[in-house]
């Protein structure tokens, strides 16, 4: 039975740190102490310093061999069981996603158990609580977060090979990621140079961008002029208005047989643009690659010629507002005679052809007319139709006056494919958006994901003080508890000196973040409340369902559900922030949580105990 006086041990050891929380919340919102910048250098010495040293002190004080395996065994199968079935659900659901199973598992799987867990269960059922609660910071530190690392950086990957690679994913055989590359988040502009190495596979090397889409596009804007695009080195392609590069940059002309070949016009037909939403780039470097005076070759064959070429086109955007747009590179057509629109096709750099044979006038005018009737085939029904839009598209017309004024009545010419009949049509419609759809779900071989997941996920682990403290707090428990060795007084004081102020700081830290939030509700009523009920009903739900089934009984079947209960863990939510999934429910739920987590625990505190 719980009495009053025990309500009132949890309040004394739990009110102290909400205090701190309070004070850093009013030297920011109300009195105007801490300016944002040094509230950020404040959290960066409570993640650097406060946080990792209160977590060495925990973990070097527990005895590692007289861990409790059956609550351990306990809380792993509650997570290993949510962990399941999100993966169902995100696999087979029409809703599920990637994303989203990551953030349940965070709110649902993920306390605060360091900060708030270790004092609370303390003052509730004793100090041997406190020892299974230091259990679970370490299988957190050590698995869970490290898991939590893997599934983020996953998903990083994934928007990268399907942005840059969304037809050769299933190709490429390696990856190499640079030094300088400490994770895929998005959030540092990358480039990905693919090419085909001796062993004639596709080898992916991964960098830093040297340009970033911003000075591209700025600088378009600034000139809108050829010349200036031609001087640029390297040179940005405005095939899509999106940041694709060519593979070399060439000063001097070169002959025309390596500047350009059919087998290149329809490697950009036939291929899907990269996004820059996500900050990446896209180069490939393959057997022919092709070179920057691609522009001063069209000019010379249009000025030739006294006619619109497609190199017009090209220079204005793709094939101008008939066929593209700027935003994603797809293409994009009317409805004519009875034919649905086609499936969107998008351009970028991948040329995979191995011929260098010359190109003349003709062949280059016979490339524009079969890249043309085969690939808008599915949504050209009939030449009248093409020609009137392409006659009607501003970016063509502006660079045909722009280029020569003798040009205003010329046409470009098109040959006429086989007329397609609207059922003809329909077919091939179908037929098109079917291998896109296999296209898109093609990724390299499990193999090569898993290396590449495993280098970043140690790339990060290896800059997270976090990680250092567990394992040399888990280490020195290892040793110290097995043969009796004493830390020296020097040492201990020294880190207690921090480790000490480590949950007050903290808390601290955490009001902080609660001031400079523009609300303390950042998701939205209705998401918010459905956070808190996975936060606080499904975790502790399926961990007492676990316990059971283990056989936990009596007061360790009391622990493992109110730890359930502790408001939510911050490592996800900095995780969350750092790679864009849900930063703002993951933000809700630690700020909002934090406030309401006290009455809740004790409400379990005390059904428990009747």
């Known amino acids: 039975m719980i009495t009053g006086k025990d309500i009132y041990d949890v309040l004394a050891a739990i009110i102290p740190l909400y205090v701190a929380m309070i004070l850093a919340y009013g030297s920011v919102r109300w009195w105007k102490i801490f300016t944002p910048d040094q509230c950020s250098g404040i959290n960066r010495f409570v993640a650097v310093f406060a946080v990792p040293l209160l977590s060495f002190h925990f973990i070097s004080s527990n005895d590692p061999y007289a861990m409790n395996y059956q609550f351990i065994a306990a809380d792993s199968l509650q997570k290993v069981v949510i962990l399941f079935a999100l993966f169902l659900w995100q696999s087979f659901s029409k809703n599920g996603s990637l994303e989203w199973m990551i953030t349940l598992f965070s709110l649902s ?60 994913a299933g190709s490429i055989t390696s990856f190499r990621v640079e030094s300088d590359v400490i994770s895929l988040n998005g959030r540092d502009p990358l480039q990905a140079d693919a090419e085909i190495g001796d062993d004639g596979k596709l080898h992916v090397v991964v960098r830093r961008s040297t340009a970033s889409s911003r000075s591209i596009i700025s600088s378009y804007n600034k000139s809108h002029g050829l010349n200036s695009l031609v001087s640029m080195t390297p040179r940005a392609s405005n095939l899509t208005g999106v940041e694709i590069y060519s593979v070399q940059s060439s000063r001097e002309p070169t002959p025309r047989a390596s500047s350009f070949n059919q087998s290149d016009f329809y490697a950009m037909f036939s291929s899907k643009a990269a996004s820059p939403k996500h900050g990446y780039t896209n180069s490939f470097q393959g057997v022919t690659p092709r070179t920057s005076n691609f522009e001063e070759e069209m000019m010379k064959i249009g000025k030739k010629k006294g006619g619109s070429s497609m190199s017009g086109e090209l220079f204005n955007g793709g094939l101008g507002p008939s066929y593209g747009s700027t935003s994603g590179g797809g293409l994009k057509k009317k409805e004519n005679g009875g034919c649905g629109a086609g499936t969107n096709k998008e351009l970028h750099m991948f040329v995979w052809s191995s011929s260098a044979s010359p190109v003349s006038e003709g062949n280059l005018r016979h490339a524009v007319n079969r890249a043309t009737s085969t690939d808008f085939g599915v949504i050209d029904c009939s030449k009248a139709a093409l020609q009137q839009e392409i006659s009607a598209s501003r970016g063509m017309n502006e660079f045909g006056t722009n280029l020569s004024p003798a040009r205003k009545n010329d046409e470009v010419e098109i040959e006429e494919g086989p007329k397609a009949s609207p059922a003809n049509c329909q077919k091939k419609k179908m037929e098109v958006e079917e291998g896109e759809m296999e296209k898109k779900h093609s990724m390299p071989p499990a193999s090569v994901m898993t290396r590449l997941i495993l280098i970043m996920v140690w790339r990060k682990l290896i800059r997270n003080p976090n990680t250092y403290s567990s394992l040399v707090g888990l280490i020195w428990s290892l040793v110290s508890f097995r043969w009796d060795i004493k830390m020296p007084t020097i040492i201990g004081r020294s880190i207690s000196i921090l480790s000490d102020a480590g949950l007050g700081m903290a808390m601290f830290s955490l009001g902080l973040f609660m001031a400079l939030q523009p609300k303390i509700i950042a998701c939205g009523k209705s998401v918010a409340t459905f956070s808190m009920a996975v936060r606080f009903l499904t975790g502790p739900a399926v961990i007492a369902a676990t316990s059971i089934a283990i056989g936990l009984r009596g007061v360790l079947l009391h622990v493992a559900i109110v730890q359930a209960a502790l408001p939510q863990g911050i490592v996800p939510f900095v995780f969350a922030k750092e790679y864009n999934v849900h930063p703002d429910i993951l933000s809700t739920a630690v700020i909002f949580g934090m406030l309401i987590a006290l009455p809740i625990t004790i409400l379990y505190y005390v059904l428990l105990g009747l």
């Open 109 to 168: 799987a993920l306390p605060n158990t360091l900060v708030m867990g270790i004092p609370l269960l303390k003052a509730m059922y004793g100090d041997f609580s406190g020892s299974l609660m230091v259990q679970i910071v370490v299988l957190q530190s050590v698995i869970w977060y490290t898991l939590m690392l893997f599934m983020f950086e996953y998903r990083g990957a994934k928007l990268l090979i399907s942005e840059q690679f969304p037809e050769t």
